[in-house]
Nanobody, 120 residues
Framework: QVQLVESGGGLVQPGGSLRLSCAAFGITFRLYEMGWYRRAPGKQRELVATITSGGTINYADSVKGRFTISRDNAKNTVYLQMNSLKPEDTAVYYC??????????????WGQGTQVTVSS
């Protein structure tokens, strides 16, 4: 059974940092594009960052230069290093795994979400 286990969320002051982790179970991790999405209060879920199986990275304009996505295939884990956090970054952050390019059209999975709150 597929499971994405997220950790690292919490409460931080503006300008602070957090590192989110997402450990994947039950998938051939190296074949998946991994990503982070977030849902802020009163808003739709939006893409934060993705990293492909080949290592290609894309960021939302709102986080570029502040956030860094990375993956460790040996640990089946994707990370999101979040620096210079702003109150606007407050959201539930979700880990996403996309295997549609290499496995099947149904190989899409989501984590449970972890709360990030940026407030003084």
């Amino acid at each position: 059974q597929v499971q994405l286990v997220e950790s690292g969320g919490g409460l931080v002051q503006p300008g602070g940092s957090l590192r989110l982790s997402c450990a994947a179970f039950g998938i051939t991790f190296r074949l998946y594009e991994m990503g982070w999405y977030r849902r802020a209060p009163g808003k739709q879920r939006e893409l934060v960052a993705t990293i492909t199986s080949g290592g290609t990275i894309n960021y939302a304009d709102s986080v570029k230069g502040r956030f860094t996505i990375s993956r460790d295939n040996a640990k089946n884990t994707v990370y999101l290093q979040m620096n210079s956090l702003k109150p606007e970054d407050t959201a539930v952050y979700y880990c996403h795994a996309d295997g549609t390019s290499y496995i099947s059209s149904r190989s899409l999975y989501w984590g449970q979400g972890t709360q990030v709150t940026v407030s003084s």
